[in-house]
């Protein structure tokens, strides 16, 4: 299983050798692919081989690049590589648009849970989030998760707050969001599956729809992650590195402690089975308080 996060801040240049992936620094590093789950490029005078591109690619691996502003801009994802990619597709597109709903439900429900949750580690009120999710439908059409948010990040962040401001607070929630969204769109790949069909985003101008609709019951790990940076929110280096360090957090998953990467796995994993037995069984992830998971 893929379990290292790799971030590169420096220019660096990356090629293959034997089979391993050989990133240049300021020294050698010499790293198998199969242990990568995702890489970060940061700095925009990094190289990178084709060889590497496509060993990253066969491994399962999501490579991120940055803007101008060291802001993940773009992933690389892998493509075709589940055995059996063309019947995931099938099962996904033929869902009924009553199963996605009851998806979308158990989504939802999920994410207002671990928003209460993250409140309560932050030791705000959640009194009213901790009610909402039994509010929510079958499709939410009542569109309690978007009243959810109006009332947690207020609550999480000050009454000031506005989730769409220019400001450290939002700019380093979007940058762990990219982070889990790029995640996401990985495993789901990886899986067979197409992210630009949701079970409930369905943009046209958006090829991650379904990353979109699977990554929302994580959200609430960035924001309790920002909450504890103790005001060190500007994206400075330790800021970005804590931030994409994401992945490799604690979450319960099954009622078992597993990384976030890993959990969004597992998630993909019960998504394909919920198409097969046309049921909303999903492995749903639960915020636990910010800490390093731990491989036994």
């Known amino acids: 299983m893929a379990f290292r996060n790799v971030m590169v801040e420096s220019p660096a240049r990356i090629s293959v050798k034997n089979n391993q992936l050989l990133i240049f620094t300021d020294r050698e590093y010499s790293l198998s692919a199969e242990d990568i789950s995702a890489i970060l490029l940061e700095s925009r ?3 990178i081989t084709t060889a590497a591109l496509s060993l990253l690619g066969q491994s399962g691996c999501a490579l991120f690049v940055c803007d101008e502003k060291h802001l993940p801009c773009a992933v690389l994802t892998p493509f075709s590589q589940h055995s059996r990619a063309l019947a995931s597709a099938q099962l996904q597109l033929s869902a009924s648009e009553p199963l996605k709903k009851r998806l979308w439900q158990a989504l939802v ?24 999710p039994a509010r929510v439908r079958s499709g939410d059409p009542d569109n309690v998760e978007a009243t959810s948010a109006q009332i947690y990040f207020p609550l999480l962040f000050g009454t000031g707050f506005v989730r ?15 982070i889990l969204r790029g995640q996401m769109a990985r495993t789901l790949a990886v899986y067979g599956f197409l992210p630009a069909f949701g079970v409930h985003h369905h943009s046209e101008l958006n090829a991650f729809n379904l990353a979109d609709d699977f990554m929302e019951p994580f959200r609430p790990v960035i924001d309790l992650l920002v909450y504890t940076l103790d005001g060190e929110v500007e994206l400075r280096s330790e800021q970005k590195r804590r931030l994409f360090n994401c992945l490799n957090l604690d ?12 959990a969004m796995d597992r998630l993909v994993q019960s998504y394909a089975r919920s198409l097969k037995e046309k049921s909303t069984s999903l492995c749903l992830p639960m915020l636990v308080e910010t800490r390093q998971h731990r491989y036994e």
Do not use: P, W
């Open 45 to 47: 005078m990094s190289t």
């Open 109 to 132: 429900k999920a994410k207002i849970s671990n928003q209460a949750q993250c409140l309560q580690f932050c030791k705000k009120d959640n009194r009213t989030l901790s009610d909402m």
């Open 164 to 178: 769409r401001n220019n400001d450290a607070i939002n700019a380093a929630l979007n940058y762990g969001y990219a």
């Open 251 to 262: 979450i319960l998953s099954g009622g078992e402690h597993h990384s976030v990467s890993y």
